[in-house]
């Protein structure tokens, strides 16, 4: 029924067949459907991105109606607070800091027996990952980050003896300060 290839395009489509003069929540909510039914789940914008998109398309917005169902549907996620800003892998000491607060909260998961909590903990980790290689201290980060991931309980004793190893002081001897 749909003809467009691309999930931007197939939004602009179900807004264009959905012939209304403004946008607000219930068209947000059309769309929103439609990209579920033909591309599933993951695949669903926030309804401020949708809303952009339109806007940029020349759709006039219904701003109170679209802020409201992004508030509602922002409170309806358990994790946003847990999870804001919470991994940054910019520098070893943003990286090793992030893993340091990840492993809190991943404990604070497994001790509230919250299985889907820990699960997007490591899902953040693995699209971290996927971003770093790009350089040899990024190629370190990611190996520390999957070191973490296999081992979270030994992550400690092995970040010590790795950022001490002859290997780790040779390849950035400028962070041989234990601290950075």
């Known amino acids: 029924m ?16 959905l012939d209304c003069e403004s946008i607000g929540s ?6 929103e459907q439609v990209v579920r039914d033909v591309l599933g789940d993951v695949a669903v914008e926030s309804p401020m991105k949708i809303a952009r998109l339109l806007a940029d398309e ?15 549907r922002y409170e309806a996620k358990p994790y946003t607070a847990e999870f804001r800003n919470i991994l940054k892998v910019g520098s070893f000491r943003q990286t090793l800091t992030s893993i340091r607060n990840l ?4 404990k604070k998961f497994l001790s509230e027996g919250d299985k889907n909590g820990i699960r997007l903990i490591r899902e953040r980790v ?20 999957n070191v973490w991931l296999l081992t979270p309980d030994a992550f400690e004793t092995w970040i010590s003896l790795r950022r001490r190893s002859g290997d780790f002081k040779t390849r950035f001897p400028e962070r041989n300060d234990p601290s950075t």
């Open 126 to 145: 693995i699209e971290a990952k996927k971003k770093l290689n790009r350089t040899p201290e990024e190629a370190e980060m990611a190996e520390w980050l």
């Open 103 to 106: 492993n809190n909260l991943r």
């Open 58 to 72: 020349g759709a006039e917005l219904r701003h109170s109606e679209i802020m409201e169902l992004h508030v509602l």
């Open 2 to 17: 749909w003809e467009s290839k691309t999930k931007h395009d197939l939004m602009i489509e179900v807004w264009e067949k």
């Open 26 to 31: 219930a068209e947000i909510e059309a769309i």
